[in-house]
Protein backbone atom coordinates (compact mmCIF):
# COMPACT_ATOMS: atom_id res chain seq x y z
CA UNK A 1 0.00 0.00 0.00
CA UNK A 2 1.32 3.93 -1.09
CA UNK A 3 -0.07 6.75 0.03
CA UNK A 4 0.67 10.05 -1.72
CA UNK A 5 0.30 13.44 -0.77
CA UNK A 6 0.78 16.82 -3.11
CA UNK A 7 2.08 19.95 -2.57
CA UNK A 8 3.65 22.94 -4.01
CA UNK A 9 0.26 24.03 -6.38
CA UNK A 10 -1.04 27.62 -6.78
CA UNK A 11 -1.43 30.61 -8.59
CA UNK A 12 1.42 31.85 -10.69
CA UNK A 13 1.47 34.61 -13.77
CA UNK A 14 1.79 32.92 -17.45
CA UNK A 15 5.21 32.63 -17.77
CA UNK A 16 6.16 31.88 -14.28
CA UNK A 17 7.08 29.00 -12.02
CA UNK A 18 5.92 25.96 -9.72
CA UNK A 19 7.67 22.81 -7.99
CA UNK A 20 5.01 20.22 -7.09
CA UNK A 21 6.41 17.65 -4.28
CA UNK A 22 4.75 14.43 -4.10
CA UNK A 23 5.29 12.51 -0.69
CA UNK A 24 4.78 8.47 -0.97
CA UNK A 25 4.84 6.32 2.47
CA UNK A 26 6.16 3.24 3.15
CA UNK A 27 9.41 1.35 2.39
CA UNK A 28 9.24 0.46 -1.21
CA UNK A 29 8.46 3.85 -3.07
CA UNK A 30 11.70 2.75 -5.25
CA UNK A 31 9.76 -0.12 -6.45
CA UNK A 32 7.37 2.10 -8.23
CA UNK A 33 7.41 4.06 -11.75
CA UNK A 34 5.79 7.72 -10.56
CA UNK A 35 3.53 9.61 -12.69
CA UNK A 36 1.76 13.37 -12.84
CA UNK A 37 -1.95 13.55 -13.99
CA UNK A 38 -3.62 16.79 -14.59
CA UNK A 39 -7.59 17.10 -14.71
CA UNK A 40 -9.58 20.03 -15.48
CA UNK A 41 -13.26 19.92 -14.57
CA UNK A 42 -15.47 18.36 -16.73
CA UNK A 43 -12.65 16.66 -18.85
CA UNK A 44 -10.59 13.53 -18.97
CA UNK A 45 -7.54 13.23 -16.75
CA UNK A 46 -4.81 13.12 -18.61
CA UNK A 47 -1.38 11.94 -18.82
CA UNK A 48 1.77 14.68 -17.83
CA UNK A 49 4.56 13.06 -16.94
CA UNK A 50 6.60 9.88 -15.78
CA UNK A 51 10.28 7.85 -14.69
CA UNK A 52 11.19 4.96 -13.65
CA UNK A 53 11.81 3.47 -10.48
CA UNK A 54 15.38 4.43 -10.50
CA UNK A 55 14.47 7.91 -12.52
CA UNK A 56 17.07 7.06 -15.10
CA UNK A 57 13.94 6.93 -17.65
CA UNK A 58 11.26 9.45 -18.30
CA UNK A 59 8.51 10.32 -20.49
CA UNK A 60 6.36 13.62 -21.35
CA UNK A 61 3.09 14.46 -23.00
CA UNK A 62 4.08 17.01 -26.22
CA UNK A 63 2.64 19.77 -24.27
CA UNK A 64 5.28 20.38 -21.36
CA UNK A 65 7.99 19.05 -23.43
CA UNK A 66 10.96 21.41 -22.33
CA UNK A 67 8.79 23.00 -19.96
CA UNK A 68 8.54 20.34 -17.34
CA UNK A 69 10.84 18.13 -15.99
CA UNK A 70 9.64 15.18 -14.08
CA UNK A 71 12.27 13.71 -11.24
CA UNK A 72 12.48 11.47 -8.07
CA UNK A 73 14.70 11.35 -4.84
CA UNK A 74 14.53 7.95 -3.40
CA UNK A 75 16.29 8.44 -0.27
CA UNK A 76 13.33 10.94 0.38
CA UNK A 77 10.27 9.21 -0.91
CA UNK A 78 9.34 12.02 -2.67
CA UNK A 79 9.03 12.79 -6.52
CA UNK A 80 9.17 16.56 -8.24
CA UNK A 81 7.29 17.97 -11.23
CA UNK A 82 9.04 21.06 -11.72
CA UNK A 83 7.60 23.52 -14.18
CA UNK A 84 8.48 26.06 -16.17
CA UNK A 85 7.23 28.98 -18.24
CA UNK A 86 3.29 28.36 -17.59
CA UNK A 87 0.76 28.87 -19.48
CA UNK A 88 -3.09 29.30 -18.68
CA UNK A 89 -3.89 26.19 -20.57
CA UNK A 90 -1.71 24.21 -17.95
CA UNK A 91 -4.41 25.28 -15.46
CA UNK A 92 -5.56 22.47 -13.87
CA UNK A 93 -5.66 19.87 -10.38
CA UNK A 94 -2.14 17.98 -10.35
CA UNK A 95 -2.11 14.48 -9.14
CA UNK A 96 0.58 12.03 -8.38
CA UNK A 97 0.44 8.64 -9.24
CA UNK A 98 2.09 4.99 -8.65
CA UNK A 99 2.26 1.89 -10.21
CA UNK A 100 4.55 -1.00 -9.16
CA UNK A 101 7.37 -1.79 -12.18
CA UNK A 102 10.41 -2.57 -12.31
CA UNK A 103 9.87 -2.60 -16.26
CA UNK A 104 11.85 0.18 -18.94
CA UNK A 105 8.41 0.94 -21.02
CA UNK A 106 7.17 4.14 -18.97
CA UNK A 107 2.96 3.64 -19.53
CA UNK A 108 0.46 6.83 -19.92
CA UNK A 109 -2.37 5.54 -19.29
CA UNK A 110 -4.52 6.43 -16.02
CA UNK A 111 -6.18 3.06 -14.90
CA UNK A 112 -2.36 1.59 -15.17
CA UNK A 113 -1.59 3.47 -12.21
CA UNK A 114 -2.47 1.91 -8.71
CA UNK A 115 -2.51 4.57 -6.40
CA UNK A 116 -3.13 8.31 -6.05
CA UNK A 117 -2.12 11.42 -4.21
CA UNK A 118 -5.76 13.82 -3.73
CA UNK A 119 -4.59 16.18 -5.98
CA UNK A 120 -3.00 19.93 -5.79
CA UNK A 121 -4.70 23.23 -7.79
CA UNK A 122 -2.03 24.37 -9.89
CA UNK A 123 -3.88 28.31 -11.41
CA UNK A 124 -2.06 29.88 -14.33
CA UNK A 125 -3.61 33.77 -14.64
CA UNK A 126 -2.74 34.93 -18.30
Known amino acids: QVQLVESGGGLVQAGGSLRLSCAAS????????MGWFRQVRGKEREFVAALTSSGSSTKYVDSVKGRFTISRDNAKNTVYLQMNNLKPEDTAVYYC???????????????????WGQGTQVTVSS
Open 97 to 115: AARRSDAILIVATTSRYNY
Open 26 to 33: GRTFSSYH
